[in-house]
């Protein structure tokens, strides 16, 4: 019996129709699932081969089920998105209002250059908050987008400032 092709190195139809069958012996049935273990071309062989026949049917129909779950896990997703951008608008929008900003990017002690270059920052935040609040009285059904992404991005800077002059 000849399980490999001297020429190619692959299994033969024989080592095939041997490993389907039950007369190998241990031996060169290690040598085939070795074999099978690395070559690809072999193993899609085997594959169909072994996977001939008729598909099983479900009982019942699954694509409903399926798409119905799918349906409801991107309705949590872009809920939870909303909710995130909320939350941050709103956190961000307390923080201002409050003045909490200033507290965020307050200095206690030390009077280093990143202290001062922080402060220079801080600065120039309130004042183009001062502006943007000027800019509200002339129109105000316009600025509360500006209000809440100018207070998401001083926020953010804020953090950001923070973050770097800790390090
Ligand atoms: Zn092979």
Redesign the pocket.
């Known amino acids: 019996m000849t399980l490999f092709d001297d020429r190619?190195?692959?299994?033969t139809e024989e080592g095939f129709a041997a490993l389907a069958g039950d007369t190998l012996d241990e031996l060169s049935r290690l040598e085939l699932a070795e074999?099978?273990s690395f070559?690809d071309?072999?193993?899609a062989r085997y594959a169909q081969l072994t996977a001939q026949g008729p598909l099983e049917q479900p009982s019942q129909s699954l694509t409903e089920p399926t798409m119905t779950r799918i349906r409801g896990r991107g309705r949590v997703i872009l809920l939870r998105r909303a909710l995130k951008v909320s939350v941050a608008a709103c956190l961000a929008l307390t923080l201002w209002q409050t003045g909490a900003f200033s507290a965020l990017t307050g200095l206690s002690n030390g009077d280093t250059a990143s202290d001062w270059r922080l402060q220079i920052e801080q600065r120039r935040n309130l004042d183009a908050m001062q502006e943007l609040n000027e800019q509200q009285t002339d129109e105000p059904a316009q600025t509360l987008n500006m209000k809440i992404s100018s207070a998401v991005d001083h926020f953010f800077a804020a953090i950001q400032q923070k973050g770097e002059t800790d390090q």
Not at 8 to 11: D, E, L, M, V, Y
């Open positions: 190619t190195g692959h299994i074999h099978l070559c071309l072999c193993c």
